[in-house]
């Protein structure tokens, strides 16, 4: 996978030599190149802003620059492959980042950043390279931050780790929180290892039982907690046909009631931590 970002703070990706990314780059599975968005200007200051049109407060980013930026890395691609590469546009008025969307980004052979500094990008960038490729404009969060950089880094993690061969155990990302169908959206549950005794404290005596059924059923008695306590929207907005019957004990008994539809909504004694 090809990765583009064109930024003004270019060592802000630093990161992206490090760890499972990293990795993922020096063994030639993910082709990142990060581009200073000030090196396509061409007046002494190298200006990148300027005052909105409208009034108000903050700067906007002017669209020359990304203009000549984004034609750039879209003709060195072309010679390099046909693929179309897919614009992501990390904003915080953009639609929430997802599991869903990882996996969907994942699929795709080359993906281009734009992360914005200031309020925003001028309007007229999205509009125009959106008539040739697909753009995402994505938030990662209910939240605002100075710049769409870290959530560059945040959303190249997600999906690399994605791709074939970057995880090293090709299981570990199938019961992820949040990986679709897998525990039904629900958050996984806590996690123990060695020493069995630490500050005097145990491990729940159904991990070492050996009783890989009542494992299971452990954990997902205990993912059914924590998402109750953590995300009750997730609970609300649970397939019911994913609940069995002893499913439908726990949630009672985490004081969730049963809906007429098969799905549950908040009683008034929902329990907590
Ligand atoms: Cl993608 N950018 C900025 N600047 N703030 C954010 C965000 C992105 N996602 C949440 N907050």
């Not at 734009?114 to 040739?132: L, M, N, S």
């Not at 019911?240 to 008994?253: G, I, M, Q, S």
Request: proline share 8%.
């Amino acid at each position: 996978m090809r990765l583009d970002v064109v930024t003004i703070f270019p060592e802000y990706l630093e990161p992206l030599n490090v760890s499972l990314v990293g990795k993922a780059r020096a063994r030639g599975q993910l082709d990142v190149r990060v581009h200073d968005l000030r090196s396509f200007t061409h007046d002494r200051h190298h200006t990148v802003d300027d005052t909105p049109y409208g009034g108000g407060p903050g700067m906007v980013m002017k669209p020359e620059p990304w203009g000549e930026a984004l034609d750039s890395i879209l003709a060195s691609g072309e010679a390099e492959r046909p693929a179309r590469p897919v614009l992501v546009v990390p904003t915080p008025s953009g639609r929430p980042f997802t599991q869903a969307l990882a996996v969907e980004l994942a699929e795709r052979p080359w993906l281009i950043f734009a992360p914005a500094r200031y309020e925003g990008i001028d309007r007229r960038v999205i509009e125009e390279y959106g008539e040739h490729l697909e753009v995402h404009e994505v938030s990662i969060g209910d939240y605002v931050l100075a710049g769409g950089e870290a959530a560059v880094l945040v959303i190249t993690e997600a999906v690399a780790r994605l791709l074939p061969g970057v995880l090293g155990n090709a299981e570990s990302h199938r019961d992820d929180s949040f990986a679709p169908g897998a525990m039904a959206d629900l958050l996984e549950g806590p996690v123990y290892t060695k020493p069995p005794e630490w500050r005097g404290r145990g491990i729940p005596e159904v991990l070492v039982s050996g009783h890989h059924g009542k494992v299971a059923r452990w954990r997902r008695d205990e993912a059914f907690r924590r998402t109750s306590v953590n995300r009750p929207d997730l609970i609300e907005r649970c397939d019911p046909a994913a609940l069995d019957k002893h499913d439908r004990k726990t949630l009672v008994e985490l004081g969730w009631q049963e809906l007429p539809e098969g799905g549950f909504g908040r009683s008034d004694r929902a329990v907590e931590e």
